[in-house]
């Protein structure tokens, strides 16, 4: 279940968007966002044009459009929690929709880049753009414990699932902080272990 | 004797108060295979960490750890480092790469070794576990037989010159179990196997050192002590089936 939201099913399926070189990819991401952040608002050909855009990458990527969508949900309510405030705002409430058709377009195009490129290749891309070393690290380790961390996170939902009997929600808010204090303490005694091997392989 | 690794009177407690090591001693001779046995919790991790020196955590070891007569201090733990290779109980510690080339290159790497004998080193130790093909792979999508061995390969890039191996079959399947035993056959270093794969034990090591409560209990040939039924069921561990009757896999070299 949680895979669902974090997975990574749907990474690189086979479509000509594999092919295409990943510092390509992430130099236009890039420039779509700038612009998309700087534009002004009245300038609306650039967000159809964009969105076009975005719309036939899609398709190309294969990528399942409730997959997508999914993505969208859980990384929007922090941008459009602003743009709600904003919303109603008196004065600004027109712009409301600018900021959430400019947080989609930025989201939908990250979504992208990260599910039709290998993170490694972007991990290189960074390296080659001189990204101070230690972000490139930090950033490698958190993508190969994420998952780590959600299989974690799901084999002990499932085992509390398993011996929960009560449909009461004050005992499911309690087992689920629980759950939660777990994985941040096994998290951290495994983030112990990963140091060790790397320092027994030479790690300065 | 010629030693590899000497350890003297060491002593260990973690900060919970567990009194891990109560004084343990013993030598390992160069291209020696030596199995390390317990129950759980009788010391055999705390050794091996030691002898890389990742423990004691703060300065001041009590007792001597000397690695080809160089004693393990916070001064001579690079090249310590270099000397011992560790692999870990758990896969997923040890492989913090996102792809496997990358992972086995980390040690080399670290090393400050030139590219060109890194990408040589990382095709030689991958070749050497059986995963020539898999240097792009995500580490993350291996097996956990794959895992164990692209872990193997991570230490043999760095060339040590002893392996000290944490449950190396643990969570593996029957046949992912005789390929990996086959494969530490073939390495030539010297060896220092903590499990409970008493199999494992009879068929690769030829000393036994068995340990409880933090305490060296039995020194000996490995068939000697893992026959010793008494003692085996004294330090919860039994007397392997291997010994009792002929296994039909047992000279598998995989």
Not at chain 1, 4 to 19: A, E, F, I, T
Not at chain 2, 19 to 36: D, I, K, S, Y
Not at chain 2, 169 to 182: Q, Y
């Amino acid at each position: 279940m949680i895979d669902d939201w974090v997975g990574h099913h749907h990474s690189r399926p086979h479509s000509p968007l594999s092919h295409v070189p990943a510092a390509l990819k992430l130099g236009v991401a890039i420039a779509i966002i700038v612009i998309t952040v700087l534009v002004p608002g009245t300038r609306v050909s650039w967000f159809v044009g964009a969105s076009i855009f975005l719309a036939l990458v899609v398709l190309i990527s294969r990528l399942p459009l409730l997959f997508l969508l999914k993505r969208l949900a859980l990384l929007s309510p922090f941008v459009l929690g602003v743009a709600l405030l904003n919303a109603l705002q008196p004065v600004a409430g027109a712009s409301w929709w600018n900021v959430a058709v400019r947080s989609a377009i930025c989201l939908l195009t990250v979504i992208l880049v990260s599910n039709t490129t290998p993170f490694s290749s972007i991990l290189r891309v960074l390296k080659f753009a001189h990204v101070p070393s230690l972000l490139v690290t930090t950033l490698a380790l958190m993508h190969r414990y994420l998952f780590v961390l959600t299989d974690e996170a799901e084999r002990m939902r499932r085992a509390r699932a398993s011996r929960t009997f009560t449909r009461q929600h004050g005992a499911r808010w309690r087992t689920l902080a629980t759950v939660v204090s777990q994985l941040f303490i096994r998290g951290s005694e495994r983030a112990e272990r990963i140091y060790d091997a790397m320092c027994a392989r030479g790690w300065k | 004797m010629n030693t590899a690794l000497e350890i003297t009177n060491l002593r260990y407690r973690y900060h919970d108060g567990t009194e891990a090591l109560r004084g343990v001693t013993f030598r390992v001779a160069p291209g020696e295979c030596v199995g390390l046995l317990g129950p759980n919790g009788s010391g055999k991790s705390t050794v091996l960490l030691h002898l890389n020196g990742l423990l004691p955590d703060k300065p001041g070891l009590d007792g001597t750890v000397r690695i080809f007569g160089q004693s393990v201090t916070p001064e001579s733990i690079e090249t310590i480092r270099h000397q011992v290779g560790l692999l870990f109980q758990d896969p997923d510690d040890q492989l913090f790469c996102p792809t496997v080339e990358e992972d086995v290159a980390f040690g080399p790497q670290q090393l400050g070794l030139e590219d060109a004998v890194v990408e040589t080193r990382v095709r030689r130790a991958l070749a050497q576990v059986g995963l020539a093909d898999y240097g792009s792979r995500a580490t993350h999508h291996l097996s956990h037989g794959e895992k164990r061995r692209a872990c193997l390969a991570g230490v043999l890039a760095c060339e040590p010159l002893v392996l000290a191996l944490d449950e190396p079959t643990s969570d593996l399947d029957p046949r992912g179990r005789r390929e990996f035993k086959a494969l530490l056959r073939r390495i030539d270093a010297t060896k220092i196997i903590a499990t409970h794969d008493l199999e494992l034990v009879a068929e690769l090591c030829s000393r036994a050192i068995v340990l409880d409560h933090g305490l060296v209990v039995a020194d000996g040939p490995v068939l000697t002590l893992l026959n010793d039924e008494q003692l085996m069921l004294a330090h919860d561990l039994e007397r392997p089936h291997i010994l009792r009757h002929h296994h039909p896999h047992s000279d598998d070299s995989a």
